[in-house]
C-alpha cells in the first residue's frame, strides 16, 4: 500500500501529470479544482485590468483616459500613487511609450495565460515579477509594515505553475504537447 502511495504522490507532484486513472482521491481532485479556479480568477483579474485601461470601461479607468483615446496606462498611477524610495524612479518613467507598452503587454499575455493554462511558468515569473514592482511602488504598504497583496498574489501564481493548475480547466496538457514547449520546458 505505501509503494501505491508513493507512485501516485510522485506521479501527481512530481511530474505535474494526471494520476493513474482511478487512483486520484477525493482531495487530490477538489484541490485540482481549487487551484484552477484560483488560476481563471487571477486570469481575469490581470485581463479586466488590461481591458479596463485599454477602452476605459469606467471602473477605474474613465473613457476619456483609456488607452485607445490616448491615455497612459502608467502615468496616474506612478506620477501621483508611487511612494516610498522608489518614487523618484516611478514618476520618473510614469507616462513613457515603453512603460505603457510593457505594462499592457505584461497585463494582457499574463491574464490570457493563465485563463487559458498555457505558459503557466513564463505567466508566474512576469506576474510575480510585475506584482513585485508594484510592491516596490508603494512602500511600506498602507496597513502593514510589509506585506500586502501583491506579494500574495506573486506567492498564488507561483504556487499555480508549481501545482500544473493549467491541466486542470485549461489547456495545459496539450500545450505541453507541442514541440516547442516540448523542447524548452520553461515554456510550460
Request: hydrophobic share 55%; no cysteine; aromatic share 12%.
Amino acid at each position: 500500500m505505501e509503494t501505491m502511495t508513493a507512485t501516485i504522490e510522485r506521479n501527481t507532484t512530481a511530474r505535474n501529470i494526471a494520476p493513474v486513472a482511478g487512483t486520484e482521491t477525493t482531495r487530490q481532485r477538489a484541490a485540482r479544482y481549487v487551484w484552477a479556479g484560483t488560476r481563471l480568477a487571477l486570469g481575469w483579474i490581470f485581463l479586466w485590468a488590461f481591458l479596463d485601461k485599454l477602452f476605459g470601461l469606467g471602473h477605474e479607468t474613465p473613457a476619456k483616459n483609456a488607452w485607445i483615446n490616448g491615455g497612459s496606462p502608467t502615468k496616474g498611477f506612478l506620477a501621483f500613487g508611487a511612494k516610498g524610495p522608489f518614487q523618484g524612479i516611478y514618476q520618473d518613467i510614469a507616462g513613457a511609450a515603453w512603460a505603457d507598452w510593457l505594462f499592457m503587454i505584461g497585463l494582457a499575455g499574463i491574464g490570457v495565460a493563465l485563463l487559458l493554462g498555457i505558459g503557466m511558468r513564463i505567466a508566474a515569473v512576469a506576474g510575480g515579477l510585475l506584482m513585485v514592482l508594484m510592491w516596490t511602488a508603494v512602500l511600506p504598504p498602507e496597513n502593514n509594515p510589509f506585506m500586502d497583496d501583491h506579494l500574495i498574489y506573486a506567492a498564488v501564481l507561483a504556487g499555480l505553475a508549481l501545482v500544473g493548475a493549467g491541466n486542470t480547466l485549461g489547456l495545459g496538457r496539450v500545450w505541453a504537447t507541442l514541440p516547442l514547449v516540448r523542447r524548452f520546458g520553461w515554456l510550460r
